[in-house]
């Protein structure tokens, strides 16, 4: 399905229980059309986040600058470990809490 937003049309459509939103960059509705099928089909060949890629790259590499600085302003290691069987030991205090509250 294609639809507009402001000046230009948009695709929505799902493939494979995959739902892809994706700008089509025209004002021209036959043109959209032209693009939606192509881009359906290629979709449809297992191509369908390539267009995706170097955005989710650009997402990740942000976030990690943005962890990096807010680590080394609260003075931290960025790559702080947690010692081993922690977490286990985090969990188990948990139950207990939650037991003893019912």
């Known amino acids: 399905m294609i639809y507009k937003r402001g000046k230009h049309w948009h695709l929505e459509v799902t493939v494979n229980d995959i739902r892809y939103r994706e700008a089509l960059a025209t004002s021209d509705r036959r043109e959209a059309l032209a693009l939606e099928k192509k881009r359906i089909g290629e979709i449809q060949q297992g191509r369908g986040f390539e267009k995706r890629k170097g955005i989710r790259a650009q997402t990740l590499q ?41």
């Open 62 to 102: 942000g976030i990690g600058q943005a962890v990096s600085r807010r680590a080394e302003a609260a003075r931290c290691p960025a790559n702080f470990s947690v010692p081993e069987g922690a977490l286990e030991a985090i969990g188990e205090i948990l139950r207990r809490e939650a037991a003893d509250s019912v």
